[in-house]
Protein backbone atom coordinates (compact mmCIF):
# COMPACT_ATOMS: atom_id res chain seq x y z
CA UNK A 1 0.00 0.00 0.00
CA UNK A 2 0.91 3.53 -0.70
CA UNK A 3 1.22 6.58 1.28
CA UNK A 4 -0.80 8.78 -0.97
CA UNK A 5 -3.96 8.08 -3.79
CA UNK A 6 -4.42 10.83 -6.06
CA UNK A 7 -7.92 10.31 -8.39
CA UNK A 8 -9.26 12.30 -11.15
CA UNK A 9 -12.84 11.81 -12.59
CA UNK A 10 -12.90 14.01 -15.83
CA UNK A 11 -13.70 17.32 -15.99
CA UNK A 12 -17.30 17.25 -17.05
CA UNK A 13 -18.55 19.72 -20.47
CA UNK A 14 -19.98 22.54 -18.97
CA UNK A 15 -23.11 22.13 -21.82
CA UNK A 16 -26.06 20.88 -19.14
CA UNK A 17 -26.77 19.53 -16.10
CA UNK A 18 -25.52 16.46 -14.27
CA UNK A 19 -26.95 13.04 -15.33
CA UNK A 20 -26.14 9.25 -14.71
CA UNK A 21 -23.17 9.30 -16.57
CA UNK A 22 -21.67 11.97 -14.65
CA UNK A 23 -22.87 11.12 -11.69
CA UNK A 24 -21.63 7.37 -12.08
CA UNK A 25 -18.40 8.36 -12.22
CA UNK A 26 -18.17 10.75 -9.20
CA UNK A 27 -19.68 8.02 -7.08
CA UNK A 28 -16.82 5.42 -8.37
CA UNK A 29 -14.35 8.01 -7.51
CA UNK A 30 -15.85 9.41 -4.02
CA UNK A 31 -16.22 5.44 -3.51
CA UNK A 32 -12.44 4.73 -4.13
CA UNK A 33 -10.78 7.94 -2.36
CA UNK A 34 -12.97 6.96 0.92
CA UNK A 35 -11.63 3.78 0.86
CA UNK A 36 -7.73 4.35 0.04
CA UNK A 37 -8.73 7.39 3.31
CA UNK A 38 -9.53 4.52 5.17
CA UNK A 39 -6.83 2.31 4.74
CA UNK A 40 -4.77 5.70 5.95
CA UNK A 41 -4.00 6.73 2.62
CA UNK A 42 -3.64 10.46 1.86
CA UNK A 43 -5.77 10.78 -0.58
CA UNK A 44 -6.59 13.76 -3.09
CA UNK A 45 -9.99 13.64 -5.34
CA UNK A 46 -10.19 15.96 -8.50
CA UNK A 47 -13.28 17.03 -10.36
CA UNK A 48 -14.01 19.82 -12.06
CA UNK A 49 -15.31 20.95 -15.12
CA UNK A 50 -14.25 21.49 -18.70
CA UNK A 51 -14.99 24.91 -19.87
CA UNK A 52 -14.06 25.37 -22.84
CA UNK A 53 -14.05 24.40 -27.09
CA UNK A 54 -17.17 23.79 -29.27
CA UNK A 55 -19.85 21.74 -27.31
CA UNK A 56 -19.46 24.39 -24.90
CA UNK A 57 -19.58 27.94 -27.08
CA UNK A 58 -22.69 25.86 -29.08
CA UNK A 59 -25.08 25.54 -25.66
CA UNK A 60 -24.20 29.10 -24.80
CA UNK A 61 -25.13 30.39 -28.63
CA UNK A 62 -28.49 28.48 -28.22
CA UNK A 63 -29.23 30.40 -24.96
CA UNK A 64 -27.87 33.42 -26.51
CA UNK A 65 -25.45 34.07 -23.83
CA UNK A 66 -21.87 34.44 -23.64
CA UNK A 67 -19.83 31.12 -23.18
CA UNK A 68 -18.20 32.25 -19.46
CA UNK A 69 -22.01 32.71 -18.80
CA UNK A 70 -22.95 28.94 -19.08
CA UNK A 71 -19.96 28.20 -17.62
CA UNK A 72 -20.49 29.82 -14.46
CA UNK A 73 -23.94 28.67 -14.35
CA UNK A 74 -23.69 24.90 -15.12
CA UNK A 75 -19.98 24.32 -12.92
CA UNK A 76 -21.95 26.16 -10.06
CA UNK A 77 -24.87 23.58 -10.72
CA UNK A 78 -22.50 20.48 -11.03
CA UNK A 79 -20.33 21.54 -7.77
CA UNK A 80 -24.34 21.93 -5.63
CA UNK A 81 -24.84 18.64 -7.29
CA UNK A 82 -22.32 16.69 -5.50
CA UNK A 83 -22.42 18.77 -2.36
CA UNK A 84 -25.62 17.96 -1.99
CA UNK A 85 -25.31 14.13 -2.66
CA UNK A 86 -22.40 14.08 -0.32
CA UNK A 87 -20.04 13.10 -3.33
CA UNK A 88 -16.81 14.64 -1.53
CA UNK A 89 -13.53 16.16 -3.41
CA UNK A 90 -10.86 17.82 -2.27
CA UNK A 91 -10.44 20.31 -5.51
CA UNK A 92 -13.13 21.26 -8.02
CA UNK A 93 -11.00 22.66 -11.16
CA UNK A 94 -12.88 24.88 -14.04
CA UNK A 95 -10.73 25.31 -17.06
CA UNK A 96 -11.34 28.92 -17.36
CA UNK A 97 -9.52 29.32 -13.65
CA UNK A 98 -6.11 32.22 -14.46
CA UNK A 99 -4.22 29.43 -12.95
CA UNK A 100 -5.06 26.52 -14.89
CA UNK A 101 -4.67 28.73 -18.20
CA UNK A 102 -0.96 29.96 -17.19
CA UNK A 103 0.01 25.75 -16.82
CA UNK A 104 -1.53 24.96 -20.08
CA UNK A 105 0.54 28.34 -21.70
CA UNK A 106 3.80 26.99 -19.63
CA UNK A 107 3.51 23.38 -21.17
CA UNK A 108 2.56 24.67 -25.04
CA UNK A 109 5.15 27.32 -24.41
CA UNK A 110 8.04 24.43 -23.06
CA UNK A 111 6.83 21.89 -25.94
CA UNK A 112 7.24 24.33 -28.50
CA UNK A 113 10.66 25.71 -27.68
CA UNK A 114 11.33 21.87 -27.67
CA UNK A 115 10.49 21.27 -31.45
CA UNK A 116 7.49 19.07 -29.96
CA UNK A 117 5.19 21.73 -32.14
CA UNK A 118 5.21 22.75 -35.99
CA UNK A 119 2.83 24.77 -37.91
CA UNK A 120 1.04 23.50 -41.16
CA UNK A 121 -1.09 24.17 -43.39
CA UNK A 122 -3.45 21.46 -44.84
CA UNK A 123 -7.04 20.72 -46.91
CA UNK A 124 -9.91 18.56 -45.92
CA UNK A 125 -13.47 18.33 -45.81
CA UNK A 126 -14.95 21.26 -44.24
CA UNK A 127 -18.62 21.74 -43.21
CA UNK A 128 -19.88 24.88 -42.03
CA UNK A 129 -22.98 22.91 -40.26
CA UNK A 130 -20.58 21.65 -37.91
CA UNK A 131 -18.19 24.68 -37.96
CA UNK A 132 -15.06 22.13 -38.71
CA UNK A 133 -13.34 19.56 -40.75
CA UNK A 134 -14.96 16.41 -41.02
CA UNK A 135 -13.34 12.71 -40.88
CA UNK A 136 -14.33 10.05 -43.34
CA UNK A 137 -16.45 8.68 -40.42
CA UNK A 138 -18.42 11.45 -40.08
CA UNK A 139 -19.42 11.07 -43.99
CA UNK A 140 -22.33 9.59 -45.35
CA UNK A 141 -21.76 8.67 -49.41
CA UNK A 142 -20.01 11.80 -49.29
CA UNK A 143 -22.26 14.24 -47.22
CA UNK A 144 -21.75 15.50 -43.84
CA UNK A 145 -24.15 12.93 -41.56
CA UNK A 146 -25.56 15.57 -39.54
CA UNK A 147 -26.42 18.19 -41.85
CA UNK A 148 -26.53 16.05 -44.91
CA UNK A 149 -24.80 18.25 -46.98
CA UNK A 150 -21.38 18.42 -49.24
CA UNK A 151 -18.49 19.38 -47.24
CA UNK A 152 -16.61 22.24 -48.77
CA UNK A 153 -12.90 21.74 -49.56
CA UNK A 154 -10.77 24.36 -47.01
CA UNK A 155 -7.09 25.12 -46.21
CA UNK A 156 -6.46 26.00 -42.70
CA UNK A 157 -3.39 26.07 -41.28
CA UNK A 158 -2.84 24.79 -37.51
CA UNK A 159 -0.23 24.12 -34.73
CA UNK A 160 1.12 20.21 -34.80
CA UNK A 161 2.30 18.07 -31.74
CA UNK A 162 4.88 15.59 -32.68
CA UNK A 163 2.71 12.85 -30.87
CA UNK A 164 3.54 9.79 -33.49
CA UNK A 165 7.34 10.59 -32.22
CA UNK A 166 6.16 8.96 -29.04
CA UNK A 167 4.22 6.41 -30.06
CA UNK A 168 7.01 3.26 -29.92
CA UNK A 169 8.09 4.95 -26.39
CA UNK A 170 3.88 4.32 -25.73
CA UNK A 171 3.85 0.29 -27.05
CA UNK A 172 7.00 -0.34 -24.93
CA UNK A 173 4.82 1.14 -21.72
CA UNK A 174 1.80 -0.59 -22.34
CA UNK A 175 4.11 -3.40 -22.61
CA UNK A 176 5.76 -2.47 -19.48
CA UNK A 177 2.75 -2.04 -17.28
CA UNK A 178 -0.10 -4.29 -18.38
CA UNK A 179 -2.36 -2.96 -16.36
CA UNK A 180 -1.87 0.76 -17.45
CA UNK A 181 -5.27 0.46 -19.15
CA UNK A 182 -7.90 -1.81 -17.27
CA UNK A 183 -9.75 -3.44 -17.75
CA UNK A 184 -8.12 -5.47 -20.14
CA UNK A 185 -10.39 -5.01 -23.28
CA UNK A 186 -9.68 -1.38 -23.05
CA UNK A 187 -5.93 -1.84 -23.14
CA UNK A 188 -6.62 -3.97 -26.29
CA UNK A 189 -8.39 -1.47 -28.09
CA UNK A 190 -5.89 1.70 -26.97
CA UNK A 191 -2.94 -0.91 -28.39
CA UNK A 192 -5.33 -1.57 -31.37
CA UNK A 193 -5.63 2.20 -32.25
CA UNK A 194 -1.60 2.89 -31.37
CA UNK A 195 -0.93 -0.15 -34.16
CA UNK A 196 -3.62 1.01 -36.63
CA UNK A 197 -1.28 3.86 -37.93
CA UNK A 198 -3.53 5.02 -40.78
CA UNK A 199 -5.91 6.39 -37.76
CA UNK A 200 -3.46 8.44 -35.74
CA UNK A 201 -1.33 11.04 -37.16
CA UNK A 202 0.30 13.90 -35.14
CA UNK A 203 -1.82 15.80 -33.01
CA UNK A 204 -3.66 19.13 -34.56
CA UNK A 205 -3.84 21.04 -31.18
CA UNK A 206 -4.34 25.09 -32.54
CA UNK A 207 -8.00 26.20 -33.82
CA UNK A 208 -7.63 29.62 -35.36
CA UNK A 209 -9.72 32.12 -33.30
CA UNK A 210 -11.31 33.43 -36.95
CA UNK A 211 -13.54 29.87 -36.39
CA UNK A 212 -13.13 29.33 -32.84
CA UNK A 213 -12.58 32.17 -30.28
CA UNK A 214 -13.33 30.59 -26.82
CA UNK A 215 -10.37 28.55 -25.69
CA UNK A 216 -7.06 29.32 -24.02
CA UNK A 217 -4.50 31.40 -26.27
CA UNK A 218 -1.26 29.77 -28.28
CA UNK A 219 1.56 32.00 -26.19
CA UNK A 220 3.46 32.26 -29.16
CA UNK A 221 0.87 32.97 -31.56
CA UNK A 222 -2.27 35.55 -30.37
CA UNK A 223 -4.09 34.11 -33.76
CA UNK A 224 -4.98 31.00 -32.29
CA UNK A 225 -6.55 29.08 -29.36
CA UNK A 226 -5.65 26.09 -28.22
CA UNK A 227 -7.92 22.33 -29.13
CA UNK A 228 -9.59 22.01 -26.08
CA UNK A 229 -8.77 18.25 -25.62
CA UNK A 230 -5.00 19.37 -25.12
CA UNK A 231 -6.07 22.14 -22.34
CA UNK A 232 -8.76 19.84 -20.39
CA UNK A 233 -6.17 17.13 -20.46
CA UNK A 234 -3.85 19.31 -18.63
CA UNK A 235 -6.47 19.81 -15.66
CA UNK A 236 -5.27 16.48 -14.09
CA UNK A 237 -1.53 18.56 -13.90
CA UNK A 238 -3.22 21.64 -12.43
CA UNK A 239 -5.06 20.55 -10.54
CA UNK A 240 -1.93 18.30 -8.81
CA UNK A 241 0.27 20.98 -8.47
CA UNK A 242 2.13 21.03 -11.46
CA UNK A 243 4.95 22.20 -11.91
CA UNK A 244 5.92 23.70 -8.67
CA UNK A 245 3.55 22.31 -6.23
CA UNK A 246 5.44 20.97 -3.26
CA UNK A 247 3.35 17.55 -3.16
CA UNK A 248 3.26 17.08 -6.78
CA UNK A 249 6.20 15.14 -7.61
CA UNK A 250 4.62 12.69 -4.83
CA UNK A 251 0.75 13.03 -5.53
CA UNK A 252 1.95 12.36 -9.12
CA UNK A 253 3.32 9.18 -8.92
CA UNK A 254 0.39 7.26 -8.02
CA UNK A 255 -2.01 9.18 -10.11
CA UNK A 256 -5.26 7.36 -11.45
CA UNK A 257 -7.72 8.60 -14.12
CA UNK A 258 -11.34 7.09 -13.80
CA UNK A 259 -12.77 7.95 -17.42
CA UNK A 260 -15.45 6.63 -19.62
CA UNK A 261 -14.68 4.50 -22.63
CA UNK A 262 -16.06 7.00 -25.35
CA UNK A 263 -13.10 9.10 -24.20
CA UNK A 264 -10.25 6.02 -23.93
CA UNK A 265 -8.48 8.07 -26.86
CA UNK A 266 -7.24 11.28 -25.75
CA UNK A 267 -6.51 9.25 -22.21
CA UNK A 268 -4.97 6.47 -23.47
CA UNK A 269 -2.57 7.82 -27.00
CA UNK A 270 -2.91 11.63 -26.52
CA UNK A 271 -2.61 12.28 -22.83
CA UNK A 272 0.70 9.58 -22.12
CA UNK A 273 2.52 11.10 -24.80
CA UNK A 274 2.36 14.98 -24.63
CA UNK A 275 3.59 13.87 -20.45
CA UNK A 276 6.21 12.03 -22.01
CA UNK A 277 7.00 14.84 -24.06
CA UNK A 278 7.23 17.08 -21.45
CA UNK A 279 9.28 14.69 -19.33
CA UNK A 280 6.86 13.64 -16.96
CA UNK A 281 5.48 9.89 -16.19
CA UNK A 282 1.97 9.04 -17.19
CA UNK A 283 -0.62 8.07 -15.16
CA UNK A 284 -0.54 4.83 -12.86
CA UNK A 285 -3.70 3.82 -14.24
CA UNK A 286 -6.72 4.66 -16.14
CA UNK A 287 -9.57 3.05 -14.94
CA UNK A 288 -12.22 2.72 -18.08
CA UNK A 289 -15.70 1.96 -17.24
CA UNK A 290 -19.07 1.39 -19.79
CA UNK A 291 -22.04 3.14 -20.25
CA UNK A 292 -25.31 2.77 -18.76
CA UNK A 293 -28.28 3.11 -21.24
CA UNK A 294 -31.08 3.85 -20.27
CA UNK A 295 -34.47 1.03 -19.99
CA UNK A 296 -32.42 -0.27 -22.84
CA UNK A 297 -31.50 3.40 -24.89
CA UNK A 298 -28.70 5.31 -25.12
CA UNK A 299 -29.06 8.54 -22.58
CA UNK A 300 -29.36 11.74 -24.60
CA UNK A 301 -31.06 14.81 -24.37
CA UNK A 302 -34.06 14.50 -26.33
CA UNK A 303 -35.35 11.23 -25.09
CA UNK A 304 -35.44 13.37 -22.07
CA UNK A 305 -33.61 10.01 -20.18
CA UNK A 306 -30.87 11.45 -18.22
CA UNK A 307 -31.38 10.39 -14.89
CA UNK A 308 -31.31 13.32 -12.63
CA UNK A 309 -29.38 12.32 -9.94
CA UNK A 310 -31.27 14.65 -7.44
CA UNK A 311 -34.59 13.07 -8.18
CA UNK A 312 -33.46 9.38 -7.71
CA UNK A 313 -32.07 10.64 -4.38
CA UNK A 314 -35.55 11.98 -3.29
CA UNK A 315 -37.28 8.83 -4.85
CA UNK A 316 -34.85 6.61 -3.09
CA UNK A 317 -32.42 8.10 -1.01
CA UNK A 318 -29.04 8.68 -2.10
CA UNK A 319 -26.92 5.51 -0.50
CA UNK A 320 -29.91 3.39 -2.24
CA UNK A 321 -29.29 4.68 -6.00
CA UNK A 322 -25.21 4.70 -5.42
CA UNK A 323 -25.82 1.15 -4.25
CA UNK A 324 -27.21 0.33 -7.14
CA UNK A 325 -24.77 1.92 -9.57
CA UNK A 326 -21.92 0.05 -8.30
CA UNK A 327 -23.48 -3.11 -7.67
CA UNK A 328 -25.29 -3.37 -10.93
CA UNK A 329 -22.50 -1.91 -13.42
CA UNK A 330 -19.56 -4.56 -13.91
CA UNK A 331 -16.83 -2.24 -13.96
CA UNK A 332 -15.62 -1.69 -17.36
CA UNK A 333 -19.18 -3.22 -19.18
CA UNK A 334 -22.06 -1.12 -20.01
CA UNK A 335 -25.38 -1.90 -18.07
CA UNK A 336 -29.01 -1.27 -18.16
CA UNK A 337 -30.90 1.33 -15.69
CA UNK A 338 -34.17 0.99 -15.00
CA UNK A 339 -36.39 1.50 -11.72
CA UNK A 340 -37.31 -1.45 -12.00
CA UNK A 341 -33.86 -3.39 -11.29
CA UNK A 342 -32.99 -0.64 -8.60
CA UNK A 343 -35.71 -1.72 -6.75
CA UNK A 344 -35.23 -5.28 -7.15
CA UNK A 345 -31.52 -4.61 -6.08
CA UNK A 346 -31.89 -2.16 -3.19
CA UNK A 347 -34.95 -4.69 -1.94
CA UNK A 348 -33.07 -8.10 -2.05
CA UNK A 349 -29.52 -6.68 -0.92
CA UNK A 350 -30.40 -3.57 1.10
CA UNK A 351 -33.76 -3.88 2.76
CA UNK A 352 -33.73 -7.77 2.90
CA UNK A 353 -30.46 -8.98 3.64
CA UNK A 354 -28.77 -6.60 5.55
CA UNK A 355 -32.28 -5.04 6.66
CA UNK A 356 -32.69 -7.80 8.42
CA UNK A 357 -29.63 -8.40 9.77
CA UNK A 358 -29.46 -4.75 11.10
CA UNK A 359 -33.34 -4.85 12.67
CA UNK A 360 -33.14 -8.19 14.18
CA UNK A 361 -30.24 -8.02 15.68
CA UNK A 362 -30.84 -4.46 17.04
CA UNK A 363 -34.39 -5.95 18.59
CA UNK A 364 -33.26 -8.43 20.10
CA UNK A 365 -30.45 -6.77 22.24
CA UNK A 366 -33.39 -4.56 22.93
CA UNK A 367 -35.35 -7.58 24.64
CA UNK A 368 -32.75 -9.46 25.25
CA UNK A 369 -29.89 -7.76 26.70
CA UNK A 370 -31.53 -4.69 27.84
CA UNK A 371 -30.43 -2.64 24.77
CA UNK A 372 -26.24 -3.17 25.00
CA UNK A 373 -23.95 -5.23 23.44
CA UNK A 374 -23.58 -8.02 26.14
CA UNK A 375 -20.88 -9.65 27.01
CA UNK A 376 -20.04 -13.10 24.93
CA UNK A 377 -18.91 -16.25 26.09
CA UNK A 378 -15.95 -18.15 24.59
CA UNK A 379 -18.19 -19.46 21.23
CA UNK A 380 -18.08 -22.26 19.32
CA UNK A 381 -17.77 -23.19 15.74
CA UNK A 382 -20.94 -21.66 14.08
CA UNK A 383 -19.07 -18.11 15.89
CA UNK A 384 -16.03 -18.48 14.48
CA UNK A 385 -17.60 -19.19 10.94
CA UNK A 386 -18.96 -15.77 11.12
CA UNK A 387 -15.68 -14.17 12.29
CA UNK A 388 -14.05 -16.08 9.38
CA UNK A 389 -16.57 -14.90 7.00
CA UNK A 390 -16.16 -10.93 8.38
CA UNK A 391 -12.20 -11.70 7.65
CA UNK A 392 -12.35 -12.97 4.15
CA UNK A 393 -14.56 -9.92 3.11
CA UNK A 394 -12.17 -7.30 4.64
CA UNK A 395 -9.46 -9.25 2.53
CA UNK A 396 -11.30 -9.45 -0.81
CA UNK A 397 -12.92 -5.88 -0.42
CA UNK A 398 -9.52 -4.74 -0.51
CA UNK A 399 -8.13 -6.78 -3.37
CA UNK A 400 -11.43 -6.10 -5.53
CA UNK A 401 -11.25 -2.24 -4.85
CA UNK A 402 -7.89 -1.73 -5.83
CA UNK A 403 -8.55 -3.78 -9.04
CA UNK A 404 -11.39 -1.95 -9.44
CA UNK A 405 -14.36 -4.85 -9.18
CA UNK A 406 -16.56 -2.53 -7.00
CA UNK A 407 -19.10 -5.07 -7.58
CA UNK A 408 -17.39 -7.72 -6.56
CA UNK A 409 -16.40 -5.89 -3.67
CA UNK A 410 -19.85 -5.32 -2.66
CA UNK A 411 -21.00 -9.16 -3.19
CA UNK A 412 -18.12 -9.79 -0.95
CA UNK A 413 -19.67 -7.70 1.79
CA UNK A 414 -23.02 -9.42 1.04
CA UNK A 415 -21.98 -12.73 1.35
CA UNK A 416 -20.49 -11.79 5.16
CA UNK A 417 -23.95 -10.33 5.53
CA UNK A 418 -25.81 -13.67 4.76
CA UNK A 419 -23.35 -15.80 6.87
CA UNK A 420 -24.46 -13.73 9.79
CA UNK A 421 -28.10 -14.29 9.00
CA UNK A 422 -27.75 -18.01 8.48
CA UNK A 423 -26.03 -17.99 11.89
CA UNK A 424 -29.01 -16.25 13.28
CA UNK A 425 -31.20 -18.66 12.13
CA UNK A 426 -28.98 -21.90 13.27
CA UNK A 427 -29.08 -19.88 16.85
CA UNK A 428 -32.32 -18.67 17.36
CA UNK A 429 -31.89 -16.11 19.96
CA UNK A 430 -35.55 -15.72 19.78
CA UNK A 431 -36.31 -19.24 20.74
CA UNK A 432 -33.49 -20.05 22.58
CA UNK A 433 -34.12 -17.14 25.08
CA UNK A 434 -37.45 -18.79 26.23
CA UNK A 435 -35.73 -21.91 26.61
CA UNK A 436 -33.43 -22.35 29.79
CA UNK A 437 -30.96 -24.78 28.46
CA UNK A 438 -29.86 -22.24 25.92
CA UNK A 439 -30.84 -19.05 27.55
CA UNK A 440 -27.14 -18.38 28.52
CA UNK A 441 -26.15 -18.49 24.67
CA UNK A 442 -28.02 -15.58 23.70
CA UNK A 443 -25.82 -13.38 24.95
CA UNK A 444 -22.72 -14.70 22.81
CA UNK A 445 -25.45 -15.05 19.32
CA UNK A 446 -25.99 -10.86 19.62
CA UNK A 447 -22.40 -9.97 20.70
CA UNK A 448 -21.60 -12.03 17.30
CA UNK A 449 -24.06 -10.36 15.67
CA UNK A 450 -23.40 -6.45 16.74
CA UNK A 451 -19.37 -7.15 15.96
CA UNK A 452 -20.67 -8.36 12.54
CA UNK A 453 -22.91 -5.52 11.95
CA UNK A 454 -20.04 -3.37 13.10
CA UNK A 455 -17.44 -4.92 10.42
CA UNK A 456 -19.74 -4.62 8.11
CA UNK A 457 -20.19 -1.20 8.64
CA UNK A 458 -16.90 -0.28 8.28
CA UNK A 459 -15.96 -2.10 5.18
CA UNK A 460 -19.57 -0.54 3.76
CA UNK A 461 -18.82 3.08 4.65
CA UNK A 462 -17.00 3.85 1.58
CA UNK A 463 -19.93 2.66 -0.87
CA UNK A 464 -22.94 3.53 1.67
CA UNK A 465 -21.74 6.40 3.87
CA UNK A 466 -24.49 7.39 5.39
CA UNK A 467 -26.54 4.06 5.87
CA UNK A 468 -22.86 3.03 7.78
CA UNK A 469 -22.49 5.40 9.88
CA UNK A 470 -26.38 5.15 10.97
CA UNK A 471 -25.85 1.56 11.74
CA UNK A 472 -22.72 2.96 13.44
CA UNK A 473 -24.75 5.05 15.72
CA UNK A 474 -27.28 2.40 16.58
CA UNK A 475 -24.84 0.06 18.06
CA UNK A 476 -23.24 2.99 20.19
CA UNK A 477 -20.53 3.89 17.98
CA UNK A 478 -21.78 7.31 16.50
CA UNK A 479 -18.39 9.20 15.07
CA UNK A 480 -16.90 5.95 14.79
CA UNK A 481 -15.67 6.24 11.14
CA UNK A 482 -13.86 9.40 11.92
CA UNK A 483 -10.00 8.37 12.39
CA UNK A 484 -11.25 4.77 11.33
CA UNK A 485 -8.40 2.51 9.63
CA UNK A 486 -8.47 -0.46 7.91
CA UNK A 487 -7.46 -3.38 7.76
CA UNK A 488 -6.75 -2.65 12.11
CA UNK A 489 -10.36 -1.56 13.07
CA UNK A 490 -11.94 -4.53 11.09
CA UNK A 491 -10.22 -7.29 13.29
CA UNK A 492 -12.51 -9.32 15.35
CA UNK A 493 -13.85 -8.21 19.01
CA UNK A 494 -13.42 -4.90 18.81
CA UNK A 495 -17.32 -3.80 19.71
CA UNK A 496 -17.20 -2.23 23.64
CA UNK A 497 -19.34 -4.58 25.73
CA UNK A 498 -21.54 -2.82 26.98
CA UNK A 499 -22.40 0.04 24.13
CA UNK A 500 -25.91 0.76 23.85
CA UNK A 501 -27.39 0.15 21.26
CA UNK A 502 -31.28 1.50 19.64
CA UNK A 503 -33.51 0.27 17.56
CA UNK A 504 -35.39 3.30 15.58
CA UNK A 505 -36.70 3.17 12.39
CA UNK A 506 -35.83 0.42 9.62
CA UNK A 507 -33.20 1.66 7.80
CA UNK A 508 -33.71 0.12 4.58
CA UNK A 509 -37.34 0.19 4.24
CA UNK A 510 -38.80 -2.22 1.60
CA UNK A 511 -39.61 -0.24 -1.45
CA UNK A 512 -43.31 -1.59 -2.57
CA UNK A 513 -44.18 -2.31 -6.11
CA UNK A 514 -47.00 0.41 -5.57
CA UNK A 515 -44.50 2.98 -5.11
CA UNK A 516 -42.36 2.22 -8.43
CA UNK A 517 -43.02 4.82 -11.26
CA UNK A 518 -44.94 3.58 -13.67
N1 LIG B 1 -15.03 16.95 -21.10
C1 LIG B 1 -14.78 15.64 -21.54
C2 LIG B 1 -13.81 14.93 -20.61
C3 LIG B 1 -12.50 15.61 -20.43
S1 LIG B 1 -11.49 14.79 -19.27
C4 LIG B 1 -10.01 15.52 -19.42
C5 LIG B 1 -16.09 14.86 -21.58
N2 LIG B 1 -17.10 15.35 -20.87
S2 LIG B 1 -18.59 14.73 -20.82
O1 LIG B 1 -19.31 15.55 -19.90
O2 LIG B 1 -19.12 14.61 -22.14
O3 LIG B 1 -18.47 13.27 -20.29
C6 LIG B 1 -17.87 13.01 -19.07
C7 LIG B 1 -17.88 11.55 -18.72
O4 LIG B 1 -19.21 11.07 -18.62
C8 LIG B 1 -17.16 10.66 -19.72
O5 LIG B 1 -16.25 9.82 -19.02
C9 LIG B 1 -18.26 9.83 -20.31
O6 LIG B 1 -17.82 8.53 -20.58
C10 LIG B 1 -19.25 9.79 -19.17
N3 LIG B 1 -20.58 9.43 -19.65
C11 LIG B 1 -21.41 10.18 -20.42
N4 LIG B 1 -22.54 9.44 -20.64
C12 LIG B 1 -22.45 8.24 -20.03
C13 LIG B 1 -23.33 7.18 -19.79
N5 LIG B 1 -24.54 7.11 -20.32
N6 LIG B 1 -22.91 6.19 -18.96
C14 LIG B 1 -21.70 6.25 -18.30
N7 LIG B 1 -20.87 7.24 -18.49
C15 LIG B 1 -21.08 8.12 -19.55
O7 LIG B 1 -16.15 13.84 -22.27
Redesign the pocket.
Known sequence: MSAVFYLTT????MNGEP????T??TVVADTLARYHRLCGERTFLLTGS?EHGE?VLEAAAERGVPPQEITDHYSAIFRSTWDELGLHYDRFIRTTEPAHRQVVQGILQTLFDRGQIYFQEYGGNYCVGCERFLTERDLVDGLCRDHERAPEHRTESNYFFKMTEHFEWLVGHFEEHPDFVRPERYRNEALAMLRDESGLGDLCISRPKSRLHWGIELPFDADYVCYV?FD??V??LTGAGYPDGEEFPEFWSECQHV?????LK??AIFWPTMLHALGVEPPRHLNV??????DDR??SKSLGNMVAPLIMRDRYGFDAFRYYLMRDMVFGLDASFSEEALVARVNADLANNLGNLVSRTLNMTERFTEGRVPEPGPGDEPERAVESALAQAVAEVDRRVREMALHRALEAILRAVDAANRYLEQREPWKAAKDPERAGGVATTLYTCCEALRITALLLSPFLPEKSAEILARLGLEGALKGARLPADASWGRIPVGSPTSVGKPLFPRIESEEQPA
Open positions: PIYYHIGHYADKWALNYIGKDIPHHGFWNVKV
